[in-house]
């Protein structure tokens, strides 16, 4: 089992930048497949970026393609989304997640129901 805890999250003008992190508890940061998802007052929570255990793969939301990226420290034992070119679309409530997954090293979940630890969340919000 794995305990997530994000944090980052803060109010920032269209077209700035944050970073968000997500702290995973444990030894076994490695072997979890790791996701972004958000979900905005109203709407369903969707996907936006997942990285494979490995780290070899990732794989983005059409909606923040070019503007976020995925990564992951192994020796930290953290995910992170950095976040470029804010629109105030992208205002939600932000959550990491992880899979307890032991197949390919290159897989990456894409649905909610892939994954199955969850943290508990950050506030996101861009002004216009």
């Known amino acids: 089992q794995v305990q997530l805890v994000e944090s980052g999250g803060g109010l920032v003008q269209a077209g700035g930048s944050l970073r968000l992190s997500c702290a995973a508890s444990?030894?076994?940061?490695?072997?979890?497949?790791m996701g972004w998802f958000r979900q905005a007052p109203g709407k369903e929570r969707e996907f936006v970026a997942g990285i494979s255990r490995n780290g070899g793969s990732t794989y983005y939301a059409d909606s923040v393609k070019g503007r976020f990226t995925i990564s992951r420290d192994y020796v930290k034992n953290t995910e992170y989304l950095q976040m470029n070119t804010l629109k105030p679309e992208d205002t939600a409530v932000y959550y990491c997640?992880?899979?307890?997954?032991?197949?390919?090293?290159?897989?990456?979940?894409?649905?909610?129901?892939?994954?199955?630890?969850w943290g508990q969340g950050t506030q996101v919000t861009v002004s216009s």
């Open positions: 997640a992880a899979v307890q997954y032991t197949g390919n090293n290159y897989y990456v979940g894409r649905r909610a129901s892939d994954y199955d630890y």
């Open positions: 444990g030894r076994t940061f490695s072997t979890y497949p």
